[in-house]
Protein backbone atom coordinates (compact mmCIF):
# COMPACT_ATOMS: atom_id res chain seq x y z
CA UNK A 1 0.00 0.00 0.00
CA UNK A 2 2.60 2.49 0.97
CA UNK A 3 4.67 1.76 -1.93
CA UNK A 4 1.48 2.51 -4.48
CA UNK A 5 1.54 5.83 -2.00
CA UNK A 6 5.51 6.54 -3.10
CA UNK A 7 4.73 5.85 -6.71
CA UNK A 8 1.84 8.11 -7.04
CA UNK A 9 3.96 11.16 -5.16
CA UNK A 10 7.22 10.48 -7.16
CA UNK A 11 5.22 11.13 -10.44
CA UNK A 12 3.35 14.12 -9.28
CA UNK A 13 6.76 15.29 -8.63
CA UNK A 14 8.34 14.77 -11.99
CA UNK A 15 9.01 17.73 -14.37
CA UNK A 16 6.23 16.81 -16.66
CA UNK A 17 3.75 15.85 -14.15
CA UNK A 18 3.54 18.59 -12.39
CA UNK A 19 0.14 19.54 -10.36
CA UNK A 20 -1.72 22.26 -11.76
CA UNK A 21 -1.55 24.71 -9.02
CA UNK A 22 1.03 24.68 -6.03
CA UNK A 23 0.47 27.36 -3.62
CA UNK A 24 3.62 27.51 -2.52
CA UNK A 25 5.22 27.76 -6.53
CA UNK A 26 3.26 29.87 -8.03
CA UNK A 27 4.19 28.16 -11.26
CA UNK A 28 2.46 25.71 -13.85
CA UNK A 29 4.98 23.44 -16.13
CA UNK A 30 7.17 26.26 -16.22
CA UNK A 31 4.87 28.99 -17.29
CA UNK A 32 4.23 31.70 -14.98
CA UNK A 33 0.95 32.05 -13.26
CA UNK A 34 -0.33 35.33 -11.92
CA UNK A 35 -0.22 36.39 -8.10
CA UNK A 36 -4.04 35.97 -7.76
CA UNK A 37 -3.49 32.47 -8.51
CA UNK A 38 -7.15 32.08 -9.52
CA UNK A 39 -6.75 33.70 -13.36
CA UNK A 40 -8.42 30.87 -15.89
CA UNK A 41 -6.93 29.98 -19.38
CA UNK A 42 -9.87 32.31 -21.36
CA UNK A 43 -9.16 35.62 -18.19
CA UNK A 44 -5.11 34.64 -19.22
CA UNK A 45 -6.12 35.24 -23.39
CA UNK A 46 -8.14 38.46 -22.48
CA UNK A 47 -4.89 39.67 -20.58
CA UNK A 48 -2.64 38.56 -23.52
CA UNK A 49 -4.66 39.89 -26.11
CA UNK A 50 -5.04 43.16 -24.18
CA UNK A 51 -1.44 43.35 -23.87
CA UNK A 52 -0.95 42.78 -27.49
CA UNK A 53 -3.74 45.50 -28.37
CA UNK A 54 -2.15 48.18 -26.27
CA UNK A 55 1.11 47.39 -28.21
CA UNK A 56 -0.49 47.53 -31.58
CA UNK A 57 -2.00 50.72 -30.73
CA UNK A 58 0.99 52.07 -29.63
CA UNK A 59 2.93 51.42 -32.63
CA UNK A 60 -0.24 52.37 -34.64
CA UNK A 61 0.63 56.13 -32.95
CA UNK A 62 4.41 56.58 -33.53
CA UNK A 63 3.78 54.91 -36.97
CA UNK A 64 0.40 57.94 -37.16
CA UNK A 65 2.90 60.49 -36.13
CA UNK A 66 5.83 59.81 -37.80
CA UNK A 67 3.75 59.96 -41.00
CA UNK A 68 2.31 63.12 -40.32
CA UNK A 69 5.67 64.94 -38.98
CA UNK A 70 6.61 63.82 -43.11
CA UNK A 71 3.66 64.89 -44.12
CA UNK A 72 4.55 68.69 -42.48
CA UNK A 73 7.65 68.46 -43.71
CA UNK A 74 7.22 67.86 -47.28
CA UNK A 75 4.28 70.44 -47.59
CA UNK A 76 6.43 73.30 -45.80
CA UNK A 77 9.26 72.28 -48.70
CA UNK A 78 7.09 72.20 -51.53
CA UNK A 79 5.13 75.54 -50.55
CA UNK A 80 8.80 77.44 -50.19
CA UNK A 81 9.75 75.82 -53.74
CA UNK A 82 6.40 77.13 -54.71
CA UNK A 83 7.02 80.43 -53.09
CA UNK A 84 10.49 80.43 -54.84
CA UNK A 85 9.00 79.78 -58.49
CA UNK A 86 6.45 82.67 -58.22
CA UNK A 87 8.55 85.00 -56.97
CA UNK A 88 11.57 84.13 -59.56
CA UNK A 89 8.68 84.46 -62.56
CA UNK A 90 7.69 87.63 -60.97
CA UNK A 91 11.29 89.17 -60.97
CA UNK A 92 12.10 87.39 -64.32
CA UNK A 93 8.61 87.01 -66.44
CA UNK A 94 10.75 86.91 -69.99
CA UNK A 95 12.70 84.08 -69.12
CA UNK A 96 10.03 82.20 -67.28
CA UNK A 97 8.07 82.18 -70.43
CA UNK A 98 10.51 80.63 -72.46
CA UNK A 99 11.29 78.33 -70.20
CA UNK A 100 7.76 77.49 -70.15
CA UNK A 101 7.41 77.34 -74.02
CA UNK A 102 10.62 75.29 -73.93
CA UNK A 103 9.21 72.81 -71.41
CA UNK A 104 5.56 72.44 -73.27
CA UNK A 105 7.32 71.86 -76.92
CA UNK A 106 9.56 69.29 -75.01
CA UNK A 107 6.45 67.91 -73.48
CA UNK A 108 4.51 67.39 -76.39
CA UNK A 109 7.78 66.17 -78.57
CA UNK A 110 8.21 63.43 -76.02
CA UNK A 111 4.13 62.39 -76.63
CA UNK A 112 4.50 62.56 -79.91
CA UNK A 113 7.40 60.30 -80.21
CA UNK A 114 5.26 57.97 -78.11
CA UNK A 115 2.78 56.93 -80.10
CA UNK A 116 4.93 56.79 -83.31
CA UNK A 117 5.89 52.79 -83.16
CA UNK A 118 9.58 52.95 -84.94
CA UNK A 119 11.77 55.49 -85.70
CA UNK A 120 10.63 57.77 -88.48
CA UNK A 121 11.91 61.00 -90.10
CA UNK A 122 10.09 62.42 -87.90
CA UNK A 123 11.76 61.22 -84.63
CA UNK A 124 15.42 61.83 -86.07
CA UNK A 125 14.21 65.30 -86.28
CA UNK A 126 12.37 66.19 -83.02
CA UNK A 127 15.19 64.17 -80.65
CA UNK A 128 17.82 66.88 -81.90
CA UNK A 129 15.64 69.98 -81.57
CA UNK A 130 13.95 68.52 -77.98
CA UNK A 131 17.58 68.73 -76.83
CA UNK A 132 18.21 72.17 -78.31
CA UNK A 133 15.19 73.25 -76.81
CA UNK A 134 16.21 71.73 -73.33
CA UNK A 135 19.31 72.85 -73.53
CA UNK A 136 17.64 76.52 -74.05
CA UNK A 137 16.07 76.30 -70.70
CA UNK A 138 19.03 75.05 -68.59
CA UNK A 139 21.27 77.85 -69.75
CA UNK A 140 18.13 80.48 -68.83
CA UNK A 141 17.85 78.16 -65.63
CA UNK A 142 21.93 79.06 -64.68
CA UNK A 143 21.80 82.51 -64.88
Same mark, same amino acid.
Not at 52 to 75: F, L, M, P, W
Given at each position: ?9 ? +????? !?????? /? ?6 ? !??? $? @????? /?? %? @?? +? %? ?17 ? $?? %? ?25 ? &? ?17 ? %? ?5 ? +? ?7 ? &? ?12 ? $? +?
Amino acid at each position: MESKKNLSNE +RDRTP !GNAPES /SPTSGQTS !GQT $R @PTSGT /ST %A @PQ +R %ARELGNEIGSSAQQVYDQT $RQ %AVNNAYEKTSETLTNTYDQAMSYGREH &PGQLTLIAFGAGIGIGLLL %ASGFGGG +RTRSTRIIE &PVGNALTQIAMELF $R +R
